[in-house]
């Protein structure tokens, strides 16, 4: 037997021992001693007894009780032995330890490699059972397994239920052999994909096959013959990727490999047609107003009219008289002319230009637009009723509408010199049935002149009154929306707008 080593800890590395003399093979048993030898020779002459010593009697006993104990160890040995030999018995398999299943199959006594290898053939099979192709015409997209993040642990699943017996002391292996026997030991494989990239693939797809219809629009209007022209509408195409999701998903469930799903893409018609458009569009109000004042005045209105004739308004935009007419200087075309700056008149470039403003709003109030902002003057104008003006001045004061319809505004101006008439009209999606407004305005407060205001100066001589503006009458007006249907009956009304003209009193120049 190999030689026994001295331990703390029980048998553990004496088995240890055994395992290793078990490798190296010298697991022999020893050899006994040869029997027979001379005999020592009987002395010749019988020697004359002699008193056994005192110490002769402890050493005896004490080497009885080292003969006694080697005995004892020697069968604990032996059977130390014995336990290795069946310990070593049971380790001594080549494959998998009875008791061990994986995925519920019994692995009993199959080696590594093949257990291995038929779970490989498995997940393959999975694998392919995760392609597909979704399918549309004569396009395809194909989905693969690591498109979908798929991911297995059956090699480490494999690795672990082999682990079991075949690793560790052999005190340990025998141990988990045993625990085998009482109760096995099932491992599963754990596995799957990431739905949410097969919906997030599906989404794109559906999304690139879903094509808007496109909708007639309006591509210009010709100032000369008060037309639109139209672009045509188109189909569109539409795939429901809610059902193309649930479609493939139900393919790759079903655990066919390479199925190829057929994506349903619905047609889509347009809203608006040329037939249905061109009918809804043409005049949507005008208005006009006549031009009074010097030849300075009449041309700085007709030269902001030929800036505002022919602006297109896009659907949601805000328009802004200011912008479009722009600052108003001579570089521009603009000349001096009376206007009204605090009250007072005075004179500025661009003078009487408000006129085109106030024109404008009445046109736009009338076309239903929507109104963003507008200020009435300092004091009544002569070319409309109070209540009904749009004053403007750079860079501050604007008057500012929005196209709140969906198809483009076209506005006509123009100013004719013969008849001195300012006149704007504006185009796009009409009122529906013929019906129209009218703009009402009503005075609801009338403000008294105040006291006169004196301003001396000595360009007058001492005393002499000279009168500078007339006291006027301030006013406070409400202007309202009047629509009415096609024959004339008033449907409703609404507030629009509010305007306040300060009164004042006269002012006088005295000389000092």
Excluded at 19 to 34: F, L, N, Y
Aim: net charge neutral; glycine share 8%; hydrophobic share 35%.
């Amino acid at each position: 037997m190999p030689q026994r080593k001295k331990s703390a800890g029980g048998g553990g590395d004496v088995f240890e021992a055994y395992e290793a003399a078990h490798r190296r093979g010298k697991g022999k048993k020893r050899a006994p001693a040869k029997a027979g030898g001379k005999r020592a020779p009987a002395s010749r002459a019988r020697k004359k007894k002699k008193k056994t010593a005192w110490w002769a009697w402890p050493v005896t006993v004490v080497m009885i009780v080292i003969l006694a104990g080697l005995g004892v160890t020697a069968v604990h040995e032996k059977q130390q032995y014995e336990q290795f030999t069946l310990m070593r018995e049971a380790v001594d398999v080549s494959g998998f330890y009875p008791g061990i299943r994986v995925e519920g199959r019994d692995v009993s006594g199959r080696s590594y490699n093949e257990v291995l290898a038929e779970l490989a053939a498995e997940e393959q099979a999975i694998r392919d059972s995760l392609s597909l192709t979704l399918s549309c015409g004569n396009r395809s997209w194909n989905i693969s397994a690591e498109e979908l993040d798929y991911a297995s642990d059956y090699e480490s699943v494999v690795r672990s239920a082999w682990q079991v017996g075949h690793e560790g002391s052999i005190q340990q292996r025998y141990q988990a052999i045993r625990r085998l026997q009482q109760g096995g030991a099932n491992y599963a494989v754990t596995r799957g994909y990431d739905d949410t990239l097969l919906r997030a693939i599906t989404d794109s797809v559906a999304a690139e096959l879903s094509i808007p219809a496109t909708e007639a629009q309006v591509a210009s209007f010709s100032e000369s013959t008060l037309k639109f022209s139209f672009s045509e509408s188109g189909t569109g195409t539409y795939v429901d990727a809610d059902q193309l999701y649930k479609n493939a998903l139900a393919a790759i469930q079903s655990g066919t490999p390479g199925q190829t799903v057929i994506i349903s893409q619905q047609v889509v018609e347009p809203k608006e047609t040329v037939e249905t458009l061109a009918p809804k569009m043409g005049l949507m109000a005008s208005a006009q107003t006549k031009v009074e004042g010097n030849r300075n005045r009449r041309s700085n209105i007709k030269t902001a009219m030929q800036k505002l004739n022919g602006h297109r308004v896009e659907p949601g935009e805000v328009f802004s008289f200011n912008s479009v007419i722009g600052e108003r200087t001579e570089a521009a075309g603009y000349k001096m002319a009376g206007a009204f700056i605090d009250g007072l008149l005075t004179e500025e470039f661009g003078g009487g230009i408000c006129q085109v403003s106030t024109t404008l709003f009445n046109a736009i109030a009338k076309a239903d637009l929507e109104l963003i902002a507008r200020s009435p003057h300092s004091r009544p104008v002569g070319y409309v009723a109070k209540g009904k003006d749009a004053a403007v001045s750079w860079p501050n004061q604007d008057f500012k509408f929005q196209n709140d319809t969906p198809y483009p505004v076209f506005i006509l101006a123009s100013y004719d010199e013969d008849t001195r008439v300012c006149a704007v009209a504006v185009y796009g999606q009409q009122l529906p049935d013929g019906v129209y407004i009218t703009i009402e305005s009503e005075i609801i407060e009338e403000i008294e002149p105040g006291d006169p205001v004196y301003v001396y100066t000595k360009e007058l001589e001492t005393g002499v009154q000279e009168l500078v503006e007339a006291a006027r009458t301030g006013y406070k007006c409400e202007s309202y929306k009047v629509y009415h249907s096609a024959d004339g009956e008033e449907i409703s009304r609404e507030l629009y707008c509010r305007s306040s003209y300060p009164a004042s009193g006269a002012r006088y120049r005295v000389g000092q």
